[in-house]
């Protein structure tokens, strides 16, 4: 909020150095800057009603800097007439917090001199006639925004304040028609409405160059109500900015005397005798501050005479003390001063930050792990070292990727999560995998002016992921790895290596793979990733040609994502030492040619079943399909390892259990040895 | 006999020439000194001679026996020894290239790291929280102008309304209610707000939220966990700044400034020639979000913290747009 340092200066009895109040406000109360004549001041949203108008804020630097103000005088003659012989005011909703209204006669209005016009200008208003302008800068001293109605233009002069009808309409000064929505509140007289109450008037009683007769409008609306109808409307006034965030009745009031008197004096209007006011005013709040209080938050004892000093330049007023505690009125003014806490805040926000001092924090255990967290690093880790590159990507998705992706969407959710007010459309929905955002990462790093030599690109990220499932938003961390380069064989077979990996830092021998068995659009080759045990821990999937087509990604990519979680069952983070072994291990190579469907996975653990302990470990090394092979063959090459724990096996033994895996292998799946 | 080692000798130096390899050479050792071989023959025989003979002799053997040794060794040698390589040492070599993890997920462990050593445990919650949650457990209720302040992406629901954490502080009340006092944790997280993104504003970004509560908790401690925090993160001793601020669910509110980390202070373009960064906002737990909790205000005492990591990283590795970090721009990723 900007205020010019002239009207500042007027209201304090000595010019302060601007230097020093600027940096006063800056630590103990607003962010200011100060700029050709002008503060420009951020009052923070909970003192907006006392400090956001000239008044207030030259009470704050008053209250800052110990200059006093200037009493503000003014006084004007009534008539001998009563308000009240010329408007009848009833009000009909609770919404209404007060109201209060003046009548003037006679006035004369015309446009504004030139100071009242500069004035506008610097606070960002327009210059419109007298009355309007006055009342605006009323409402800028003040910070309480009134309302001027043109009398003779009010039906049986008779102003009703009410609660919109259904479909109601409110047309505005620039004569837009607006639907109001329940609740707003409205002004009226008995045929049509006068005002949008806190928010703007409308033209049916606007003032003009000929209005003769004023009805002044000094109301304060419940703020929650002004809050949401402006945003219904979309129509955010400088009355509606200042409702929101609440107004005093003592301002509202003092407004109401003052602008009566300048229209006194400007305009030469006739002031009827008295107000009309709803409410009494709201009575003065008595917190009760004990000294305690400040020493327990501050974390050391000051002056308690430095206390009642910073209270007493705030304003408030004692009514008791002891040695303990300070008990005091509130300023009317002060809105956001309604507890004991309260005062603790303006006590230490004055008395200064700069003299808290550096303690070293109370450390009272030694903070636990979290396993999630734990989990997750080590993980990152892993990747890491094996050269993946982890990305972030947005949590976000848009319609045309849900739509390539909804047949198996709904294998994992019933409804997507979505945004009701997305900042665009790219952002519409929460996303339900994170692998559809790094078909996008690889689509912009192989455009990015072609800086990637090879085009392999290895990526990971861990993080949420979410839908809908039975009416509840089930959110997951999921882990996604994706590959992409020219070569479709690298692509797959790095892919199963990192699966491979991943299982082995877990502790696990392997993850078992088992392709789908309903056929996927979104995916030419796919597989549920489990464990032994059958649990599902994820899936991976070579992602469909075409729709790698619409992301302009024209290389293979191939995706792989595991919910966190159920990896996390699996990972010990203890590690028991095992023997090392003493006996010589024995290598065996073997190259099968086998039908096509038959998984190596099935394969492994026949020989496994043959070998019993005595094998170590197999590697699969080599799988090829093509000529010379039939079409629906496949040779498949193992390196084997044999070793006994107990005793050096013979190469005869080894030879034996060889033929015995042969044989089984042929007897179940009619193998052809190469 | 004597002719017989002078024959043995002169063949072995004829000989000598014809050996290319490990293998002659070794068919050399048996001719020659082998257990059977031509000079092993002829000693047996000299053993076997009247005493004077045998002293001239041997004297003899012993001399071509030490030259055909010498012979074989030197072929030994010769062979032995490693084959010359050519290898230009100004070669390249082969660029290795390792996986890097996002500056972001690097930085939030230095963090946690740091606040750990402080004391303070860390959770992890939910994104898609309760209004509840995100406001009115945190003394911001309904239709009031507080709110804007964070704008909020909400979801579409029929029942509750629910609406993505626009900040870490939206767990406070859950964390208040399930540890014991006195607690010490952090929350570090993904938060969303509904803002036009430009280089130095974001719609997702990473928060951490601090939260402490315990009879020691006042505003000494505050500024201290900062101290402490900042000086470890940025790797030098800075001037911490409270200043007066607004958040309806701290009370003191504060808002923290720290030395400029590029100027020293000095000012220059980065603090707007402050001299100060803007860099958390914080404050004493206000005593509605105890009290929703059921702790005893007038016994415990909190303090909590709110800091924006990307500003943290991009202050200290001097990266120009927020933007950087979800572009997914390996270019970018790799440089950490």
């Known amino acids: 909020m900007k205020f010019r340092l002239k009207d500042l200066e007027e209201l304090l009895t000595k010019k302060p150095n601007w230097r020093t109040v600027v940096n006063l406000l800056n630590k103990k109360s607003f962010e200011t800057i100060l700029e050709n004549q002008y503060l420009e001041v951020d009052i923070l949203p909970n003192r907006f009603a006392d400090a956001g108008n000239i008044l207030g804020l030259a009470k704050e630097i008053s209250a800052l800097t110990g200059i006093k103000l200037k009493p503000l005088k003014f006084n004007f003659k009534e008539i001998n007439k009563k308000y009240s012989d010329f408007v009848k005011i009833e009000c009909k909703t609770y919404k209404c917090l007060n109201y209060f209204g003046r009548v003037i006669l006679d006035v004369k209005n015309s446009p504004s001199p030139k100071w009242l016009q500069e004035f506008l200008e610097s606070y960002g208003l327009n210059s419109v006639n007298l009355l309007v302008d006055l009342s605006n800068y009323v409402m800028i001293k003040f910070g309480a925004p009134l309302h001027i109605f043109d009398l003779d233009k009010i039906e049986k002069q008779t102003i009703i304040i009410r609660e919109a009808k259904d479909k109601e309409i409110f047309t505005s000064l620039k004569e837009i028609d607006y639907k109001l929505p329940k609740g707003a509140i409205v002004i009226s007289d008995p045929k049509k409405v006068l ?35 402006s945003r219904e409307l979309n129509l955010q006034t400088e009355a509606s900015y200042r409702f929101e965030r609440r107004v005093s009745d003592i301002n509202t009031l003092r407004a109401l005397e003052y602008l009566a008197y300048l229209i006194y004096k400007f305009a030469k209007g006739k002031v009827t005798k008295k107000y009309f006011q709803l409410k009494p005013l709201e009575k003065p709040k008595k917190i009760l501050l004990r000294y305690q209080k400040i020493f327990d938050y501050l974390g050391f004892e000051i002056d308690k005479k430095e206390i009642d000093r910073i209270l007493k330049a705030i304003g408030c007023s004692l009514i008791k003390k002891t040695s303990n505690y300070i008990y005091v009125t509130i300023p009317l003014e002060r809105l956001d001063l309604i507890e004991e806490i309260d005062l603790v805040e303006e006590v230490i926000r004055i008395f200064g930050y700069d003299k808290v001092k550096i303690k070293f924090p109370t450390v009272h255990k030694i903070p636990s792990l979290n396993e999630n967290y734990q989990f997750v690093n080590v993980l990152k880790k892993d990747l890491k070292e094996i050269g993946l590159n982890e990305v972030l990507t947005y949590n976000f998705i848009d319609d045309e990727d849900l739509n390539n992706f909804i047949r198996f969407f709904k294998e994992f959710y019933q409804e997507p999560i979505e945004i009701l007010n997305p900042v665009s459309n790219l952002y519409r929905y929460y996303r339900p995998f994170i692998f559809i955002n790094h078909i996008k990462v690889i689509n912009k790093n192989l455009g990015l002016y072609n800086w990637l030599r090879t085009k392999n690109i290895y990526l990971f990220e861990i993080g949420r992921v979410g839908g809908w499932i039975n009416k509840k ?13 020219v070569d479709l064989d690298k692509v797959l077979i790095d892919g199963k290596s990192i699966l491979n990996y991943i299982a082995n830092s877990l502790g696990l021998k392997k993850f078992h793979i088992t392709p789908s068995k309903y056929p996927k659009d979104e995916f030419d080759i796919f597989g549920y990733i489990h464990t032994e045990e059958e649990n599902i821990l994820g899936f991976i999937g070579l992602i469909n040609k075409n729709i790698l087509k619409k992301y302009n990604v024209e290389q293979p990519v191939l995706i792989i994502e595991m919910q966190v979680s159920n990896l996390m069952k699996y990972y010990k983070e203890e590690k028991f030492y095992q023997h090392i072994p003493i006996y010589p291990a024995i290598f065996r190579d073997i190259s099968i040619i086998v039908p096509e469907y038959i998984q190596s996975d099935i394969i492994e653990n026949e020989i496994y079943e043959v070998a019993k302990d005595l094998l170590e470990d197999i590697e699969l090394f080599d799988i090829y399909q093509g000529p010379p092979l039939k079409e629906n063959e496949k040779s498949i090459a193992y390196h084997l390892i044999f070793r006994s724990p107990e005793r050096t096996l013979t190469e005869e033994e080894v030879n034996n259990i060889m033929q015995q895996i042969i044989k089984r292998l042929k007897e179940k799946f009619g193998i052809i040895l190469r | ?58 004297a003899y053997f012993n001399f071509v026996k030490e030259e055909i040794e010498n012979i074989y060794e030197e072929l030994k040698r010769k062979l032995e020894s490693k084959p010359f390589i050519k290898f230009d040492l100004h070669h390249p070599g082969k660029k290795i290239e390792k996986g890097h993890l996002h500056i972001l997920s690097q930085a939030i462990d230095r963090i946690v790291n740091i606040f750990s050593k402080i004391g303070f445990d860390l959770e992890l919650g939910k994104e898609i929280v309760t209004e509840y949650e995100n406001f009115d457990s945190l003394n911001m209720p309904k239709d009031h102008p507080s709110r804007d302040m964070w704008d909020t992406l909400w979801i579409k629901s029929e029942k509750e309304k629910l609406l993505l954490r626009t900040h870490t502080s939206a767990h406070q009340v859950e964390i208040l209610k399930n540890r014991n006092l006195p607690l010490k944790v952090i929350i570090p997280g993904k938060v969303y707000r509904h803002e036009a993104t430009d280089s130095r504003h974001e719609m997702q970004f990473h928060q951490l939220e601090g939260l402490a509560v315990g009879e020691s908790c006042n505003l000494q401690e505050l500024k201290g966990v900062f101290y402490i925090f900042f000086e470890e993160f940025f790797g030098k001793k800075l001037d911490i700044v409270f200043r007066t601020s607004y958040f309806p ?60 990591i990307e500003r943290l990283v991009m202050l200290k590795y001097n990266i120009p747009d927020v933007r950087l970090f979800h572009s997914g721009d390996l270019r970018f990723i790799k440089q950490f």
């Open chain 1, 195 to 229: 005002a949008l109450a806190g928010i703007q008037g409308a033209k049916s009683a606007e003032v003009t160059l000929d209005t003769k007769n004023i009805f002044i409008e000094a109301a304060i609306f419940d703020p929650a109500i002004i809050y949401r109808t």
């Open chain 1, 473 to 485: 938003i089930t959110e997951r961390d999921v882990l996604c790895i994706t590959i992409t380069s």
């Open chain 2, 1 to 58: 006999m004597k002719e017989e080692l002078e024959s043995i000798l002169k063949e072995a130096q004829e000989v000598k020439d014809n050996i290319k390899n490990l293998q002659d050479l070794e068919n050399f050792r048996i001719k020659f000194l082998g257990k059977k071989g031509l000079l092993k023959n002829i000693l047996e025989k000299i053993v076997n001679l009247p005493e004077n003979e045998k002293k001239e002799l041997g």
């Open chain 2, 249 to 308: 669910f701290t009370e003191p509110s504060l808002e923290v400034d720290i030395e400029c980390i590029l100027c020293n202070g000095k000012g220059c373009e980065v603090c707007k020639y402050s001299g100060y960064l803007e860099i958390a906002g914080a404050g004493m737990i206000h005593p509605f979000v105890l009290k929703q909790a059921l702790i005893d205000t007038n016994k415990y005492y909190g303090y909590a913290f709110g800091l924006g």
